[in-house]
């Protein structure tokens, strides 16, 4: 056969194969916002679950979501960010730093049911933080620590090595020329990489599952010490526990919609921004 | 220059955190699963039977778990890696620079969809689906699990994958085209065989982000456990059975300590991948 | 900090003494045990091939090379008579007296007046008024000021390259060194603001002590007074610039500066 025409039956052949990878991912998509978007109204996202879940709303499980991932990030970020300037800024290529780059590999394969039990070792009945806030959080700290630490030491080591030596040169010390000259200039990466491990936390449910979350509980929490709800264990409440799972589906759908959204929302948006901090810097 | 030495402690000690981290995981997994070494005796473990809650005997065999994760990690690469790495090869070698640029995102959302939401997905589409197709009473089985998994082992391997062809230097391109080749021949012959190292270390990372998947599975394997290798049984895996059996144990109990053990294992088995496939990946100067 | 009992017995003590210096990145020696004393307020020009060590030298000279990582230096280096490597030398104060200006320009992505104050800011001077007065004479000193004095606040990115590479020279001056490292200033700008970068350097001489790698022979003929030559990490020949240019002693001088090879 001729070679030419081997060629483009094989191109098409393989085109054929990732476009239907790309069509099941669109199908995903558009069945939940299909069966999800009708559900979706002020009342769902603004109301109290009642019935067990059965009837009513979700807030209680968006602002459960919102709580762990404002106190994952407010743990992980000052930890990441600091760990990434010691990798590009401080560390030799040395045994030390081979041991932390280890063991950010590590930490970024270990599954997230393992976060959970490790979470519930140490913090929920070791530390006695209880099913809480506290332990949830700080359970996805640990799990999106790699997540910030390598985009943010990719962003500091884009920063062009001649910024630093101009302003060590001029007598800044080194950590002044981090804090004036290297920080300002890779906040982005740092902020995409923030946004990135925020979608992450918000999604998971193993880790919270053994941490944090609550079956049903329509009130809100008094203190970091106190269980929630939380979306990602609601909608597997919901699909898989609720003794009427087949009625409450339209709900089931908003609430994978509703979560959806958030994490797509939270990837979308660290896309443009990165987009845009890449058009306005560049040297 | 006070100031100087104090960030440097300071951030050599935010750095070591992650050191730590490792450490406290291993440890606080083998303290809690400690125990169980002397009673009941780690013997108890490799068993044909999971039994964990009985009025006769309790049995803690983890080998109908680890044949479920193995049954649906197995599956779900035999589907996955055929499709991811054509996916790859498609995406760096073939794909116009327009056409990456709208498929890379689509890859990127895939790999950012909450595997709950996958979970919820295979459970009211996908599993009535295998329902229907093979007739069977229930659609949740390892074969709606692998298909599930599949799709979430795509992302890694295909991203990862795609950096190792497109690390493959052009000369080698340029010398195969020159030669004569077609552009297929050259990719087949060249290309692919030059980045394989990377590819297998892709698979490997794949697999690892398989067998630790939790959700999907739990929502749609079935979760018998019982030791089968036929792709239309309900199975159980060793995620699923830690998400599922620990919010309901006493503490510190027997059973307790051995869904510790089984974390255990899923530790050290992503570990060993995960350190093999990125040594891989750094040998041949693929690594991001 | 500046021993004055020494430097003022006679001025024609040298300003930098390098002693038997030796340098190595992890295994390889990149300088052999060179010795060479530069003058105050002159203009020594470094020359040689590419990889002789001129830049590695001038490195030496105000500690750059340190922030490479398992490098090593053995031997002396004084400036006004104080060790630099020595145990108590505070590595900041050496700095704020050795200035220095990179091959290609680099300024910081900020405004043009925040570069300049970039140095004295860092060295705690936060007065407005006087760190105005600082920028306006560092400019006027880099001879940029009548260029850019109605466009302070603009991104010096948006500066061309020659401007760029006198606003660095000015951010160098502001923090008031004594002697100015130039790594082939010119190398990356056009015939034009080379032109403008020498007739600069020819009028700082009259108050700092210059050290400029080149590896344009016309140039160092033009601004230096001295010239010493390397190659392969040695000293080969450090004589006045006049001399070196006319009648070299040294046969691999001789050929270098006859283009017979490099």
Request: positive net charge.
């Amino acid at each position: 056969m001729n070679s030419d025409l081997v060629q483009k039956i094989s191109y098409h052949l393989l085109r054929l194969i990732t476009y239907a990878i790309v069509v099941s991912v669109g199908y995903i998509l558009f069945d939940i916002i299909r069966h999800g978007l009708p559900v979706i109204n002020w009342e769902f996202l603004t109301d109290f679950p009642r019935r067990s879940g059965s009837e009513g709303g979700i807030l209680p499980a968006i602002l459960g979501t919102v709580y762990l991932t404002i106190g994952t990030i407010a743990v992980a970020l000052p930890l990441g960010v600091g760990c990434a300037i010691y990798l590009s800024e401080y560390a030799d290529q040395n045994r030390f730093s081979e041991l932390i780059r280890l063991a950010i590999i590590t930490l970024a394969g270990v599954p997230s049911i393992v976060y959970g039990l490790f979470g519930l070792g140490l913090f929920v009945i070791f530390c006695q933080f209880g099913t809480s806030i506290l332990a949830g959080s700080l359970t996805l700290a640990c799990m999106v620590l790699p997540i910030i630490i390598v985009a943010s030491e990719e962003s500091l080591r884009a920063v062009p090595r001649g910024f630093r030596e101009a302003s060590l040169a001029l007598g800044a010390t080194k950590w002044e020329t981090i804090r004036t000259n290297v920080l300002p200039y890779s906040i982005s990466g740092i902020i995409t990489g923030s946004i990135l491990a925020i979608g992450r936390a918000a999604g998971e449910t193993a880790p919270i599952l053994l941490t944090v979350a609550a079956f049903f509980l329509p009130k809100l929490p008094n203190s970091i010490f106190d269980q929630v709800m939380a979306l990602p264990y609601h909608l597997y409440i919901l699909a898989t526990q609720h003794p009427e799972a087949e009625k409450v589906l339209p709900l089931q759908y908003g609430t994978a919609l509703v979560l959806l959204m958030l994490v797509l929302g939270m990837n979308l948006g660290a896309i443009i921004l990165r987009i845009h901090f890449r058009k306005k810097y560049k040297w | 220059m006070r100031m100087d030495k104090f960030m440097r402690m300071l951030l050599v000690s935010t750095a070591s955190i992650s050191i730590l981290i490792v450490a406290l995981i291993f440890l606080f997994l083998g303290k809690e699963a400690f125990p169980f070494g002397f009673d009941p005796g780690l013997g108890k473990l490799f068993d044909t039977k999971w039994i964990p809650v009985s009025f006769q005997e309790e049995r803690f065999g983890i080998y109908p778990l680890v044949a479920g994760s193995s049954l649906v990690t197995l599956l779900a690469m035999l589907i996955s890696i055929p499709l991811s790495v054509v996916g790859a090869i498609y995406i760096a070698e073939v794909a116009q620079p327009v056409e990456r640029e709208i498929l890379k995102p689509f890859i990127e959302i895939l790999a950012s969809i909450p595997s709950v939401v996958l979970g919820f997905f295979g459970l009211v589409v996908l599993a009535p689906l295998v329902k229907n197709v093979f007739g069977l009473s229930s659609g949740l089985n390892a074969l709606t699990a692998a298909l599930l998994l599949a799709l979430m082992a795509l992302p890694t391997i295909i991203t990862i994958s795609e950096d190792a062809l497109a690390s493959v230097p052009k000369s080698f391109k340029q010398a195969s085209l020159s030669l004569g080749a077609s552009d297929l021949q050259t990719i087949f012959r060249v290309t692919v065989p030059a980045a394989l190292p990377g590819i297998i270390a892709a698979i490997m990372l794949g697999i690892g982000r398989v067998i630790g998947e939790t959700m999907a599975v739990l929502m749609v394997s079935g979760n018998s456990a019982i030791i089968s290798f036929f792709p239309l049984d309900s199975v159980r895996t060793m995620t699923a059975t830690i998400a599922a059996e620990m919010g309901e144990v006493p503490f510190g109990s027997h059973h307790y300590q051995a869904l510790f053990w089984i974390g255990i294992v899923l530790l050290l088995v992503t570990f060993v991948l995960n350190i093999l496939s990125r040594l891989v990946l750094k040998k041949y100067g693929m690594a991001q | 900090m500046v021993n004055t009992k020494k430097s003022t017995q006679k001025t024609t003590k040298p300003i930098i003494q390098a002693m038997d210096v030796s340098f190595f990145y992890g295994t390889a020696q990149a300088l052999f045990n060179i010795s060479l004393d530069i003058a105050p307020q002159r203009v020594t020009a470094l020359i040689g091939p590419s990889g002789c060590g001129k830049s590695t030298f001038l490195r030496c000279l105000n500690r750059m090379n340190d922030i490479i990582p398992k490098t090593r230096l053995t031997g002396k280096v004084l400036i006004s008579d104080r060790d630099i490597y020595g145990e108590k030398e505070n590595i900041v104060d050496l700095r704020k007296q050795v200035g220095m200006v990179f091959q290609k320009s680099n300024p910081f992505p900020k405004s043009i007046f925040d570069n300049v104050a970039y140095g004295p800011r860092i060295h705690k001077l936060n007065d407005k008024k006087k760190l105005a007065e600082v920028v306006e004479k560092s400019l006027r000193r880099a001879a940029l000021w009548d260029e850019v004095k109605d466009r302070l606040s603009n991104n010096a990115m948006g500066l061309s390259g020659g401007q760029q590479q006198r606003l660095c020279i000015a951010r160098a001056l502001a923090v008031d060194p004594k002697i100015l490292l130039m790594d082939e200033p010119a190398s990356a700008l056009d015939p034009k603001s080379t032109t403008h970068i020498e007739d600069l350097i020819g009028e700082l001489r009259a108050d700092y002590t210059i050290v400029i790698v080149t590896h344009n022979m016309q140039q160092a003929a033009r601004v230096s007074d001295e010239t010493a030559f390397f190659y392969e990490g040695h000293l080969v020949e450090f004589s006045p610039t006049k001399e070196i240019f006319t009648k070299p002693k040294q046969k691999q001088t001789e050929d270098y500066i006859t283009g017979r090879f490099g």
